[in-house]
């Protein structure tokens, strides 16, 4: 299964991702993204969310480490370029 289609499946609840980055050193896949929630979410529902992506990327790429930074959608700032990729 792609990333991009992990993250997406697992991601009820969040508004977007973006700034997904991904890089390999020796046998660790390393992946980082900016996901954005409402505002008004508290910090344990963001955390829930996290913890189900994470979950399920771990489960299909060996050796992964998971970086989530939580961005709340009155605060989120796309790097100048970047298409967010929204969850609906």
Known sequence: MHIRDIISTN????????????????????IEFHMVV???MSV????VICDRIEDALKAEV???RVTIHVEP??????????VAVPFA
């Open 11 to 30: 991601s009820k609840g969040a508004l977007e991702v973006h700034d997904l980055k991904t890089r390999i050193a020796g046998r660790a896949t390393f």
């Open 44 to 47: 344990g529902e963001s955390h």
């Open 73 to 82: 959608d009155d605060e989120a700032k796309l790097p100048k370029g970047t």
């Open 62 to 64: 060996p050796s992964v």
């Open 38 to 40: 409402d505002a008004d």
